[in-house]
């Protein structure tokens, strides 16, 4: 592919990645890491631009789930570094970072239910609920089959109902009883 044509393609394919890429990564990170991973992501892209697949999206969300990953081992290592040199020069004063001051949570008995579920359950409920992607574009972002993507989806959408009932029946709610005989 020559260079002309190479651009060509990623001004097709680009636009219609960013948005979807954006809202992906504003839910898991900050704004700045997602800003970052964002341009990572792109990059990524742009590089393996013969490889994109017909439908891209998934094959995006994948790479942008590996670059968020990167940026988080990243910004672990700093705080790692950051506590050691606290431990061995403390700051005289710590002002707020970004991100210190998030709106709440509209739904905050969601996102505890969601906080209790292995991680690998709700990120499969988050691609689902949050991208809108079915199974085999959550199968393409996690790099398994199709038909395992469906199946641990409706696991995970189980155990989900379950830690939600949890919530309802810690709050003095009844159940439904629905499908269940006394």
């Known amino acids: 592919m020559d260079a002309q044509t190479r651009r060509a393609r ?10 979807p890429l954006r809202r992906f990564l504003a839910r898991r990170a900050d704004a700045a890491t997602a800003d970052d991973v964002l341009s990572e992501t792109l990059l990524v892209c742009w590089r393996r631009l013969e490889e994109l697949p017909e439908e891209p ?3 995006a969300y994948a790479v942008a789930r590996n670059c968020l990953a990167n940026a988080e081992r990243g910004a672990r290592r700093q705080q790692r570094l950051a506590a050691r040199v606290a431990a061995v020069d403390p700051p005289q004063q710590s002002l707020p970072g970004p991100g210190d001051h998030d709106e ?3 739904d905050p008995g969601l996102a505890e239910a969601l906080g209790r579920l292995r991680e690998e359950d709700a990120e499969l409920l988050r691609l689902w609920a949050w991208e809108r992607l079915e199974a085999s574009g ?3 972002v996690l790099g398994i089959s199709a038909n395992a993507a469906s199946i641990r989806l409706h696991r995970a959408r189980g155990r989900l109902r379950e830690e939600l009932r949890k919530d309802a029946h810690a709050a003095g709610h009844e159940g439904t009883g629905e499908g269940r005989r006394s």
Do not use: G, K, N, Y
């Not at 990623?10 to 948005?19: K, R």
């Open 10 to 19: 990623f001004e097709q394919v680009a636009p219609a990645l960013v948005e």
């Open 57 to 59: 999206l998934p094959w």
């Open 104 to 106: 709440p949570d509209p």
């Open 138 to 140: 959550i199968a393409t």
